[in-house]
């Protein structure tokens, strides 16, 4: 329930791996540990864990890209692109996920000055595309065959402006 306490913090190198183990147990998508520890070290302030009941019960993490715009045609922009995002099944529907995104995003505004936030979501992924949603998150484009599964993606993007 919402009401329910956490708390959203920066990750620190001794939480990675309590992470990565949140990370297999909530997706196919897993990554070395050299991976986390370099996206922590170019950008901290993106990579947050979330806190309840005395444990590690969810994480965010982001690379920070310059690209074109996905919801401004063509336009160069400072973008915080999700990379990977879980909250452990006993800690879900409270809010976690979506103060993660937040806080990333803002963080991603404050100290990277990115303008937009994207990210792949599998096209079958049905709570994550609504949590993305709530956040004004809107698909922009169809990765045909992008997980090594074979399954589609759906590339959405948000204005961070919107959730300051
Ligand atoms: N069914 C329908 N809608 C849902 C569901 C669900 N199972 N879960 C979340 N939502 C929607 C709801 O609108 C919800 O608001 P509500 O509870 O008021 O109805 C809203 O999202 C916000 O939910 P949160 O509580 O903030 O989300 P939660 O903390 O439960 O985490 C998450 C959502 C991260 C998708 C979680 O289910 C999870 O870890 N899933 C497995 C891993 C995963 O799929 N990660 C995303 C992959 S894509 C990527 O990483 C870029
Ligand atoms: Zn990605």
Redesign the pocket.
């Known amino acids: 329930m919402a009401c329910e306490s956490f708390k959203v913090r920066g990750f620190r190198s001794d939480d990675l791996n309590r992470v990565m183990e949140i990370n297999f147990e ?2 196919p998508e897993n990554y070395s540990s050299f991976f986390y520890l370099d996206l922590y070290r170019r950008f901290p302030k993106t990579f947050l864990v979330a806190e309840a009941d005395g444990d590690l019960q ?1 994480y965010v993490m982001c690379r920070i890209e310059r690209g074109l715009s996905k919801l401004k045609s063509l336009r160069p922009v400072r973008q915080c692109h ?1 990379v ?4 452990r099944g006993q800690h ?7 103060k993660l995104m937040q806080t990333a995003m803002n963080n991603g505004k404050e100290e990277y000055n990115t303008s937009e936030c994207y ?3 599998r096209v079958g ?4 595309i ?2 993305y949603e ?1 956040l004004a998150f809107s698909k922009v484009k169809r990765n045909f065959g992008y997980y090594m599964d074979g399954e589609d993606a759906w590339v959405m993007a948000a204005p961070i402006d919107d959730h300051n």
């Open positions: 909530c997706l969810g999700v990977s995002i879980a909250v879900r529907r409270k809010g976690i996920a979506t990210l792949e979501v992924n049905e709570p994550a609504k949590l709530k």
